[in-house]
């Protein structure tokens, strides 16, 4: 089955770019969106964005003027960028797999990675 | 954004219990809601999707209902595997969002 893995840095200084790469597996990358999710430690799950194999993107609001996200389709991997990062943004980062629709209402997650830790810290 | 805000936060219960999870949103989303259920240290796993669709491969105890701004999550009979944090999902606007979650802890 398909299966996902993030890997990047676990530690970024404050105001630098955050980069993770996603790697999914078991499966093609082409015809579903695929997202990136953050949770600080303890806390709940935010949203931060997603992008469809043809390079199309929708980002929150929240985060939108700070994140960047690519696709390379021949490699099947997917990429987060962050930039002017904060101590705010240090949290668990997941990537997962949406639906095949445009229409976010189908977008729930499912698989997921297995989430990598990132710290801002000088 | 729309709020979703889940009752209770936490929830103390025994093997074999019958639980309910509440999760209200701040405006109607129709059925476009998604339970999920974390483990320490692992990633999310979708339990429900479309409020009330049982994901394959998830035991047929859990069970979604609702719809407009209230809905619940409920597992007929806890097993050990079962005590997690749950979160729901809105899909229906843009952005979507979680809720806080509540943590099911055993008695």
């Known amino acids: 089955q398909v299966q996902l893995q993030e890997s990047g840095p676990g530690l970024v200084k404050p105001s630098e770019t955050l980069s993770l790469t996603c790697t999914v597996s078991?499966?093609?990358?082409?015809?579903?969106?695929w997202s990136w999710i953050r949770q600080p430690a303890g806390k709940g799950l935010e949203w931060i964005g997603r992008?469809?194999?043809?390079?199309?993107?929708n980002y929150n609001p929240s985060l939108k003027s700070r994140v960047t996200m690519s696709v390379d389709t021949s490699k099947n991997q997917f990429s987060l960028k962050l930039s002017s990062v904060t101590a705010a943004d240090t949290a668990v980062y997941y990537c997962?797999?949406?639906?095949?629709?445009?229409?976010?209402?189908?977008?729930?997650?499912?698989?997921w990675g297995q989430g990598t830790l990132v710290t801002v810290s000088s | 954004d729309i709020q979703l805000t889940q009752s209770p936060s936490f929830l103390s219960a025994s093997v074999g219990d019958r639980v309910t999870i509440t999760c209200r949103a701040s405006?109607?989303?129709?059925?476009?809601l998604a339970w999920y259920q974390q483990k320490p240290g692992k990633a999310p796993k979708l339990l429900i999707y479309?409020?009330?669709t049982l994901q394959s491969g998830v035991p047929s105890r859990f069970s979604g209902s609702g719809s407009g701004t209230e809905f619940t999550l409920t597992i007929s009979s806890l097993q050990p595997e079962d005590f997690a944090t749950y979160y729901c999902?809105?899909?229906?606007?843009?952005?979507?969002?979680f809720g806080q979650g509540t943590k099911l802890e055993i008695k």
């Open positions: 997962a797999r949406g639906g095949q629709d445009y229409d976010l209402r189908y977008n729930w997650f499912d698989p």
């Open positions: 078991g499966g093609s990358i082409s015809s579903y969106y």
């Open positions: 992008i469809y194999t043809s390079g199309s993107t």
């Open positions: 405006q109607g989303i129709s059925s476009y």
């Open positions: 479309a409020a009330s």
């Open positions: 999902q809105q899909l229906n606007s843009y952005p979507q969002t």
